[in-house]
């Protein structure tokens, strides 16, 4: 055998060890994404909680009130805390997608309601008419904003100057870059006291919920 075949072989041999070493250790690998979602910034008195801010379980949402998912999950979140209110704290967190033109001024919009004391109304009506803005103009958006304002008693010359300051897009901006930082890149992201959690329907998230609310007992 001469020495350029010799030189084929061995080089033959060598590449398929190293085939055969990768699909082994790929084979040995824990099923799942190969990056995980970092764990949320502490809540504290600054966001915004739906419940007891002691409650001992903590569902964190980041959302975007524009997005569709969210309106959907919207209702399972409102009916959660409806049954398990004594023990469970809503907290939300801006997320406005790109692609969503309306997610921002929305935005605006609930931090408005908020100086105002008014956030989680503002927030419910906000995704319980989602089709009656979302994909109107940002300018007649903004309008059907401040006629929610109106219905929730808000002053509106403050709620109108409130939306545009400074302290508002700051405060979106703040949330939103928080939420990048720990990997999001979607919405709905939700976390069960720290942990993401993805549920497809509103059984998955009871069960989440109530096996939470079991732990936390012990």
Not at 106 to 124: L, N, R
Not at 143 to 154: N, V
């Amino acid at each position: 055998m001469n020495t350029r075949r010799i030189i084929f072989w061995a080089s033959f041999i060598i590449i398929l060890a190293i085939i055969v070493w990768g699909l082994i250790a790929s084979m040995s690998k824990v099923p799942g994404p190969s990056s995980k979602v970092g764990v949320p910034a502490p809540v504290t008195t600054a966001d915004h909680i739906l419940g007891r801010f002691d409650a001992p379980i903590t569902l964190i949402e980041y959302g975007d009130f524009q997005c569709p998912a969210c309106s959907t999950y919207y209702y399972y979140v409102e009916k959660l805390y409806r049954e398990a209110s004594s023990s469970l704290r809503v907290v939300f967190r801006h997320f406005p997608l790109s692609q969503h033109g309306n997610a921002v001024p929305a935005a605006q919009a609930s931090e408005a309601a908020a100086m105002q004391g008014k956030f989680w109304e503002m927030y419910s009506e906000l995704y319980s008419n989602q089709s009656d803005w979302s994909e109107k103009p940002t300018p007649e958006a903004v309008s059907i904003f401040a006629g929610y304002a109106t219905k929730l008693g808000l002053d509106l010359v403050k709620f109108k100057n409130d939306e545009v300051s400074s302290t508002t897009l700051a405060k979106i901006s703040s949330q939103q870059e928080e939420g990048v930082s720990v990997g999001i890149d979607h919405t709905p992201t939700f976390f069960l006291n720290g942990r993401e959690i993805t549920p497809n329907n509103y059984a998955e998230f009871k069960t989440l919920i109530d096996t939470a609310a079991t732990t936390t007992a012990q």
